[in-house]
């Protein structure tokens, strides 16, 4: 019970002064540096922790960690920013609209929803997880990562989920092209059948992509002549959340 003990007091250490080193958690703890190590990589293995982005000596809570009690998100500033803005868009669309961020290039953690009154309608759990390249929230993030994140991504191969999920590193590569052009990013079907989404990245002050906005809807409530208003919809509601997350 020791170790679960002090995995869970790291957990919080880094939840509070993240991104933090290994020498950091240390002198807060006053553990040898191997111990802290092995209780940070355990952590990472089962997606309650990631190293950096931006300096991978330096570790953060990973996204994961916001399926286990999304409530706690009431207090970022992402969550207050964004639930404003997506009620809207539901009320202007009357579908659903989610809201997901990135666990690395793992995948997208849904972590909040809006309801629409439709009857038939789609529904994503808080918690749910999609891979990067078969969604259209996975490649509105994209979009916005370094080219070797992209490529790091294709290297490590691209799962087929559908007829039409783009698995060739190509067809990828142009898909996010024509949504870096576009602004939004369309899923018809790419993913789970029957299920087709719009969606655009909130992004940080250094445009660093945070979280991604999607419209969701039922195939049958699809319409190709109306999706770029759906998109410069959803595009307009990701910068006001990235707006008001910064207190613009």
């Given amino acids: 019970m020791k170790s679960v003990t002090r995995s869970l007091r790291v957990l919080e250490a880094v939840a509070q002064h993240q991104p933090v080193t290994v020498g950091e958690l240390t002198k807060i703890f006053g553990l040898p540096k191997s111990t802290l190590q092995r209780t940070l990589v355990t952590l990472a293995e089962a997606g309650w922790l990631r190293a950096s982005r931006k300096d991978t000596t330096r570790w953060e809570i990973g996204a994961r960690v916001l399926a286990v009690r999304p409530a706690a998100l009431q207090g970022s500033s992402l969550f207050a920013a964004a639930r404003e803005p997506m009620i809207r868009l539901r009320d202007a669309v009357n579908e659903t609209i989610h809201l997901s961020v990135p666990d690395a290039l793992q995948c997208m953690v849904v972590v909040d929803r809006v309801d629409c009154d439709q009857a038939v309608r789609t529904f994503h759990t808080i918690g749910d997880t999609s891979p990067l390249h078969a969604t259209a929230v996975g490649r509105a993030i994209l ?88 998109g410069r919809l959803v595009a307009d509601t990701a910068a006001e959340i990235s707006q008001r997350r910064l207190g613009a």
């Fill in 143 to 230: 979009t916005h990562l370094p080219k070797r994140d992209v490529e790091e991504l294709i290297a490590a191969g691209l799962e087929r989920f559908s007829d039409t999920t783009p698995v060739e590193p190509d067809e990828l590569r142009a898909e996010l092209d024509r949504i870096r052009t576009d602004g939004y990013a369309v899923n018809r079907n790419q993913y789970r059948p029957g299920v087709c989404a719009v969606a655009a990245a909130v992004l940080d002050e250094d445009g660093t992509p945070l979280a991604a906005v999607a419209v969701s809807m039922p195939e049958a409530r699809y319409d190709g002549e109306r999706t770029p208003k759906l």
